[in-house]
């Protein structure tokens, strides 16, 4: 006897929240697409509209007489923010909202149909990601080289200026630009401050501290961690020379970060800890420069802690922390640590995430003004902490959002990090059939296996 099918509206609804197999044959390919009246059906489950769900075009496509999957990347709702004079795919700030349905079939969102599109904002990129192996074998070059410096003309102006670009372009992630542009830089930096004298010199060692920091922190992103000490110690050295407070308290964060990715957290929190103390003894009137280089030492120090398990010091400190973002009284970019009460609160979700509270890592999470953090790094840094630690929630369909949402930013935080490509990994290798198609697709994008 042939099997009855309820097709009234309520039947179909009720089949389709029961029948896992159905939806994941539809989302595998393995069937054709469903047909009406089961589409208007998803539609209803899922509260999104059936152009929205790839079944039809979208609004926007219609508009301006574009393929469905050239539009694809605007996600449903007039949530998209701007981001260098790009449209942004908005998932990690919806995705963090308090309230949401997170266990029924609204999750499921249908995204493997417009997964090429969405993953254009990473797999689109020029080949100078792929660069990045290379450069930083002429870094390294640059770092170890003790000829004699050529005697010759130098122009700190245009040293300032090269300076600030590599703080610049690495703040927004173009890591491969920065890498190619160092070496060179540090070259004419050393010369610059064997052969100047007087206040010219000690301008000159306060720029080489500048570069030989942006230079760990490419190098700690890549994982080259001797070549990063050097740098870091290199960049230490440079700073005590130009006499410049600020400046040894800006460098003490590489060494501290140096000494985080050692495994040498206590010395790192002592380290954090010491230099902010220094700071503070002269912060009777403090400058946005004061407060910005002296909080984001505290930050530092409080990851250290966490790293330790040691949560009293890493409250402590955060706290701390805080309370000069309070006194900042906005996020700024003083002194190239883009600090404020934002960053803290990206720090509290980060040491969260280290402690194993993947739950109080996504609350904070859900407190942040994304657009207030005033540069893409800081942006896809908590993106990528809030990605792990829906991960570590089992939320691995919000986990792979907030991950694309941060390649939408910052392209190569994750085409160039191998910590970011683990990540990849990791949910592709644990994710539950809904969302095993898409997370396929991207980590086949990226040339990322199992």
């Not at 991960?391 to 191998?418: C, M, N, Q, S, Y």
């Amino acid at each position: 006897m042939a099997k009855m099918v309820n097709l009234s509206a309520s039947g179909i609804k009720y089949g389709l929240t029961c029948d896992e197999e159905r939806i994941r044959r539809w989302e595998a390919g393995e069937v054709s697409w469903p047909r009406e009246p089961y589409r208007l059906a998803l539609a209803e489950v899922t509260h999104h509209d059936p152009e929205d769900l790839g079944f039809a075009p979208t609004k926007r496509a219609r508009a301006v007489a574009a393929p469905v999957a050239d539009t694809a990347i605007t996600p449903p709702g007039d949530y998209s923010m701007r981001v260098d004079d790009r449209i942004i795919s908005p998932h990690a700030v919806n995705l963090v909202e308090s309230g949401k349905d997170e266990d029924g079939m609204r999750r499921r969102e249908f995204v493997g149909l417009a997964g090429a599109a969405l993953f254009s904002a990473v797999v689109g990129q020029p080949d100078k990601v792929h660069d990045i192996p290379s450069n930083i074998e002429t870094l390294a070059a640059a770092l170890v080289d003790y000829s004699a410096p050529v005697d010759g003309p130098t122009d700190l102006g245009a040293l300032a200026a090269s300076v600030a670009a590599a703080k610049q372009n690495y703040q927004a992630c173009h890591y491969s630009q920065v890498a190619a542009a160092l070496p060179s830089l540090l070259r004419k930096l050393r010369t610059a401050c064997t052969m100047l004298t007087g206040d010219e010199q000690l301008r000159a060692y306060a720029l080489s501290a500048e570069a030989h920091h942006v230079a760990a922190s490419i190098l700690l992103k890549h994982e080259d961690k001797g070549l990063a000490w050097l740098a870091a110690d290199r960049s230490v050295q440079a700073a005590h020379a130009s006499g410049n407070p600020l400046m040894i308290g800006s460098s003490a964060r590489i060494i501290t970060h140096a000494l985080m990715d050692d495994g040498h957290h206590r010395a790192a929190t002592t380290m954090a800890s010491t230099a902010a103390q220094r700071l503070d003894a002269d912060l009777s009137y403090p400058s946005p420069d004061d407060l910005s280089v002296y909080g984001t030492l505290l930050l530092r120090g409080a990851v250290a802690a966490a790293l330790h398990a040691n949560r009293h010091t890493a409250a402590e400190l955060l706290d701390e922390a805080e309370q000069a973002g309070r006194r900042l009284g906005h996020d700024g970019n003083h002194m190239w640590t883009a600090f404020g009460p934002n960053n803290v609160l990206c720090h509290r979700v980060n040491i969260a995430l280290r402690l194993g509270d993947a739950g109080t890592a996504i609350d904070n999470a859900r407190k942040i003004d994304l657009n207030a953090l005033p540069i893409n790094e800081r942006k896809a840094t908590v993106l990528l902490d809030t990605s792990r630690a829906f991960l570590a929630w089992g939320k691995h369909d919000r986990a792979l959002h907030v991950l694309r949402a941060a390649g939408d930013i910052a392209p190569e935080e994750i085409t160039g990090r191998p910590a970011t490509l683990r990540l990849v990994r990791d949910i592709l290798a644990t994710a539950p059939i809904s969302v095993r198609r898409e997370a396929r697709e991207y980590a086949e994008a990226l040339g990322v296996s199992a």
